[in-house]
Structures are given as structure tokens and as C-alpha cells.
């Protein structure tokens, strides 16, 4: 079983829908997670840290559960330019060597 | 504002062969890493260099061999190139080491090797 695991999608909405997607993680002593965006055939960039109470962003909402062990992503009216692979990513501990990428999640949006 | 640069974009060696990727950034990052990408997974760590002069395997570092040249620059070597190294490899660069006090890493834009 993958330390960090993502539903690969893809996920097709149209435009201007809300759409959440969640990652699991299975090292319950994960400290820190992040969403990182990657557009096709480009490098990873953050999106956004999750902290513990829930953090938001514009259009975007980021949550975490530690009791359940997931993260999840949520877009609202989503755009257009929105259309991107998500990466989820998990800190097993205060180490370079010990922050996992999941696989992603590829979201596309239609007109 | 180049930020994190590699070299080349793409390349295509025979199996066997050598070639060494280059990666520069010009944020003054302290610490720089290589990852690579392939289809279904994630980003994988080969090494990464925490400060210049240090250098600390990653998860998958066998067949690879790094070099972090000064502050700016870390290298990636592969010795004798084998078809299950065939992937996207990314540099990237970030202020401190990876951790829940500084996570932003910056990443160059990829170098499609494959291995035939």
C-alpha cells in the first residue's frame, strides 16, 4: 500500500463547479501536509500548506483529518485555468527525505 | 528571474552509457534535491543536499551518483544508464531543508530522459 495515496482521476467538471478530491496517508505520525499543483509536462508548485484548523485560500479550501488520516482539496467555481494535476504531499517527519508526493490527481475542466 | 535551471530538457542515451544533469538556482537556496517522476507515482527523492557540502540519499538513489559543485549548483550523475531509469527528473531548491518550517520547494522544469 502506497504511504500516500490519491484517486488518479480524472476528474471532469465544468466550469464554474465546485469539486473536492481527498488524499489519504497511512503514517499516522505525519506532521505536515501540502497541495502542489503541476500543469502537464511542467514542475510541481505549491498551492497551499493544510494546517490543523482548515485553511482558505480565494477558491480554494484545504482540510485536514488526522482522526481519518486524509486531506482534501476543495475548488469552487472553478476555472478554466484550474485544469491541472494536483499532488498531494505529506511530511513523515522534519526531514527532505522523509516527505512523500502522491501520485496526483488530474483535474480537468470543461467550458 | 530564472530561478531553478536544468540541462538539458531532454535526452535519449543507450543503455549503458553516462551522462551527468545539471541543475542551477539563483535564489541563494541553501538546500537542493532531485526527484524523479513516472507514470502512477509520485515524485520519488534520489538525493538531496541540505547545505553545500553535504549530500544524503534519498529513497531511491542506486544508479545515481550527486555532486553539489557550490552554493548554486547540484548535479545529478548516471553512471551507466539503464532502461528502468528512463523518467522525468526534477531539480528543485528551497531555502531550508524541507520541513513544516519552510516547505516551498521551487522546481526546475524537468529533463525527459529516456533509456534505450
Known amino acids: 500500500r502506497k504511504e500516500v495515496e490519491q484517486d488518479p482521476g480524472p476528474f471532469n467538471v465544468p466550469e464554474g463547479a465546485t469539486v473536492a478530491f481527498n488524499c489519504t496517508y497511512s503514517?499516522?505520525?505525519?506532521?505536515?501536509f501540502f497541495w502542489y499543483r503541476q500543469d502537464c509536462r511542467k514542475e510541481p508548485k505549491l498551492l497551499m500548506s493544510?494546517?490543523?484548523s482548515g485553511n482558505e485560500d480565494g477558491r480554494f479550501t484545504a482540510q485536514l483529518n488526522r482522526a481519518s488520516q486524509y486531506i482534501s482539496l476543495l475548488i469552487r467555481d472553478s476555472k478554466l485555468s484550474d485544469s491541472a494535476t494536483y499532488l498531494c504531499?505529506?511530511?513523515?517527519?522534519?526531514?527532505?527525505?522523509?516527505?512523500?508526493f502522491g501520485s496526483g490527481t488530474r483535474l480537468s475542466i470543461r467550458p | 528571474n530564472a530561478g531553478v535551471t536544468q540541462t538539458p530538457k531532454f535526452q535519449v542515451l543507450k543503455t549503458g552509457q553516462s551522462m551527468t544533469l545539471q541543475c542551477a538556482q539563483d535564489?541563494?537556496?541553501?538546500?537542493m534535491y532531485w526527484y524523479r517522476q513516472d507514470p502512477g507515482m509520485g515524485l520519488r527523492l534520489i538525493y538531496y543536499?541540505?547545505?553545500?557540502?553535504?549530500?544524503d540519499k534519498g529513497e531511491v538513489p542506486n544508479g545515481y551518483n550527486v555532486s553539489r559543485l557550490n552554493k548554486r549548483e547540484f548535479s545529478l550523475r548516471l553512471e551507466s544508464a539503464a532502461p528502468s531509469q528512463t523518467s522525468v527528473y526534477f531539480c528543485?531548491?528551497?531555502?531550508?531543508?524541507?520541513?513544516?518550517?519552510?516547505?516551498?520547494?521551487?522546481f526546475g522544469q524537468g529533463t525527459r530522459l529516456t533509456v534505450v
Open positions: 504531499v505529506v511530511e513523515r517527519e522534519s526531514s527532505a527525505s522523509k516527505i512523500i
Open positions: 493544510v494546517y490543523s
Open positions: 535564489m541563494n537556496h541553501n538546500s
Open positions: 503514517n499516522s505520525a505525519s506532521q505536515s
Open positions: 543536499s541540505a547545505s553545500e557540502g553535504t549530500t
Open positions: 528543485a531548491s528551497s531555502e531550508f531543508p524541507l520541513s513544516g518550517l519552510s516547505t516551498e520547494a521551487f
